[in-house]
């Protein structure tokens, strides 16, 4: 790319205002999108793009029908084949139960937290409007608080056994096995099990120290689980940060590795746990001491499911209420939340499939999109729920029709609720800021490497609204520049006729 492409590219909002006043307004939209296309450097790489008006009618089409790796626009479909088969009040209980009797305010067994699948025990904001009563919640152990409240209301006081945190109510297999080696330390790739808590990740802060000396590194909530092996050094302003974290195979111990700028501000990193079961049964265990409550045995975690079968049939010593699957969507969409997205698909395979696993919810959303959208079965191929694989791969045809038909849905308010607007907080934060676009863009975004992706409605100036889906493949622009040059092929579909 030459450089003057780079000035052109990163001048991105100046450009989309001039494609609204540009001569080429008066041609059609098939002759703009491809002169913007054919233009040097975006001719050099593969494209998919798809319009239609709000019924699904074609306006536009280039490589509509093929297969490209969409990101995390594959959010678009967990999330839609949710909206759709589950009611937007759908719940699920996180329960405690004693696998022996209660005698005397003691538990005369293990202490066993289960859970269904819940994502929503976070510190987290669940709508772009954080004034709101009740959609922020500060304390990501409140639903233990409760947990552990309860059982000293209900008069225990010791707990005799373990603490053991079961995910069982999820197949075993945690980490997918199409995943990058290389992304399994990072938030983005948690394992995802039954029992989650705090999106089964860890705040890892980094402080610059002395100079050539190790920078100083936190992990929070730290529970005592998890070593830090520090790799690290402080190095001179102006030197770039280049963090990275591994971690050893079956080990939970993490490995930071890199430079860190004297002058650096603090920025979190967040990690993800090794094992998300026992870690919330060590949550759970220090929740119970600061209620006076004392554990004699260990803590563990399980994803055994008939290990504490009977004690799951009996009646629970205390229970949780998730928050409702509107705000499972939300981080879903809105800043695309890959966690939530892999906890949402096992979750419609345990609830419309054979069990909570992988396979199950991809064959549930497998039979939504033939079934109820109408998509071309050829035209699509689902590994995971996030998009995080690359071995995902959907057409930008199956996406405008999955959009159309969502639109139409007596759902659709609850699931467009979550989606990014241009200009709002969200994914879309910074992008159509100061053009005709601002607030007039709601798209579902994607990147990995050599991926970008947007896929969703414009409003055009004219006020009709457009359905899109843009996929960028097997590109080395990286993901700055060819994001801008995306917007301006948005800035085109929303300039008009």
């Known amino acids: ?18 494609l609204f006043v540009s001569p080429v307004e008066a041609q059609s939209l098939q002759k703009r999108l491809d002169h913007a296309l054919d233009a040097p450097p975006l001719n050099r790489h593969l494209w998919g793009v798809a319009v239609a008006d709000t019924s699904g009618k074609l306006l536009y089409s280039r490589n509509g029908d093929r297969l490209f790796i969409p990101a995390s626009n594959t959010k678009l479909v967990v999330t839609a084949t949710a909206a759709v088969l589950l009611p937007p009040d759908f719940t699920v209980a996180t329960s405690a139960y004693g696998s022996g009797p209660v005698t005397n305010g003691v538990l005369q067994g293990h202490l066993v937290l289960y859970g269904r699948g819940d994502p929503t025990m976070a510190e987290r904001c669940f709508a772009v409007d954080t004034t709101t009563s009740g959609v922020c919640v500060k304390d990501a152990f409140w639903a233990l608080r409760q947990l552990a409240r309860t059982l000293k209301a209900n008069g225990v006081r010791t707990i005799a056994g373990d603490v053991v945190g079961d995910g069982s109510y999820f197949e075993p297999e945690m980490l997918h096995p199409t995943w990058e080696h290389d992304d399994l330390p990072w938030w983005y790739a948690a394992p995802v099990s039954g029992l989650g808590l705090s999106d089964n990740s860890l705040r890892l802060t980094t402080q610059p120290t002395q100079l050539d000396a190790p920078a100083q590194l936190a992990l929070a909530p730290w529970l005592g689980d998890v070593t830090l092996e520090n790799r690290t050094r402080t190095v001179a302003e102006g030197q770039p940060r280049t963090l990275d974290v591994s971690r050893e195979p079956c080990s939970s111990g993490l490995i930071v590795a890199g430079d860190v700028p004297i002058s650096g501000r603090d920025r979190p990193d967040y990690v993800a746990v090794s094992d998300p079961n026992h870690y919330a049964a060590l949550a759970f265990r220090q929740v119970l001491a600061e209620e ?8 563990r975690g399980t994803t055994d499911s008939l290990l504490y079968r009977a004690a799951r049939q009996s ?13 499972w969507i939300f981080p ?31 064959a549930v959303e497998r039979r939504f999109l033939i079934d109820s959208v109408g998509a071309d079965s050829t035209q699509f191929s689902l590994s995971d729920g996030s998009g995080l694989s690359a071995v995902n791969l959907v057409s930008p045809q199956t996406f405008v029709q999955l959009l159309a038909f969502m639109r139409r849905h007596q759902r659709y308010s609850v ?47 004219d006020g009709r609204t457009v359905i899109f889906s843009i996929q960028a493949n097997h590109h080395v622009l990286g993901s700055r520049s060819m994001i801008a040059a995306i917007d301006s092929v948005v800035a085109v579909i929303g300039s008009g006729r």
Not at 315 to 327: C, I, K, W
Not at 426 to 454: C, D, H, M, Q, Y
């Open 292 to 299: 006076g409550i004392a554990v004699l045995g260990a803590t």
């Open 415 to 461: 699931w467009a609720a979550g989606l990014p607007k241009s200009g709002q907080p969200g994914s879309l934060r910074t992008r159509f800021v100061s053009t005709p676009l601002e607030g007039r863009v709601t798209a579902k975004t994607g990147s990995i490497s050599t991926v970008n992706s947007l896929s969703g409605y414009v409003e055009r100036v």
């Open 1 to 18: 790319m030459t450089n003057r492409t780079e000035q052109l590219l990163r001048l991105a909002p100046p450009l989309l205002l001039l």
């Open 332 to 362: 879903i969409l809105n800043t695309s939340q890959n966690w939530y997205a892999e906890m949402l698909l096992k979750q419609l395979g345990r609830r419309f499939g054979a069990g909570g696993s992988w396979h199950e919810g991809l």
């Open 315 to 327: 009646t629970p010593l205390a229970e949780v209420t998730s928050r409702p699957l509107s705000d």
